[in-house]
């Protein structure tokens, strides 16, 4: 069975920094887009970053220039890392991925979520 855990949420200053990770595990054949959500309480989830297989990546308009996503493949991974955060940055981050199994189609899949809280 296909997963993706996160990891590296927590508690941070504004200003500060933190690494978030999903690494996806199961019997994986590809993995195409990989992309980082968030949600904070009360509002919907929006996108954050993406990065596709070839390694072209977005960002929302909000974290452009303060947040990195980049994949590592020898772990099946997706990495976040957020520098200069500020409070409207809290949220619940969820990390997406599209993957092909031994069925030869790819599924959407969701993290299970890690919190982020930024705070003084």
């Known amino acids: 069975q296909v997963q993706l855990v996160e990891s590296g949420g927590g508690l941070v200053q504004p200003g500060g920094s933190l690494r978030l990770s999903c690494a996806a595990s199961?019997?994986?054949?590809?993995?195409?887009?990989m992309e980082w959500y968030r949600q904070a309480p009360g509002k919907k989830r929006d996108l954050v970053a993406t990065i596709s297989s070839g390694g072209i990546t977005n960002y929302a308009d909000s974290v452009s220039g303060r947040f990195t996503i980049s994949r590592d493949g020898a772990k099946n991974a997706v990495i976040l890392q957020m520098n200069s955060l500020k409070p409207e940055d809290a949220a619940v981050y969820y990390c997406?991925?599209?993957?092909?199994?031994?069925?030869?189609?790819?599924?959407?899949?969701w993290g299970q979520g890690t919190q982020v809280t930024v705070s003084s």
């Open positions: 997406y991925a599209e993957i092909m199994g031994r069925a030869g189609i790819y599924y959407n899949y």
């Open positions: 199961g019997n994986i054949v590809n993995i195409n887009t």
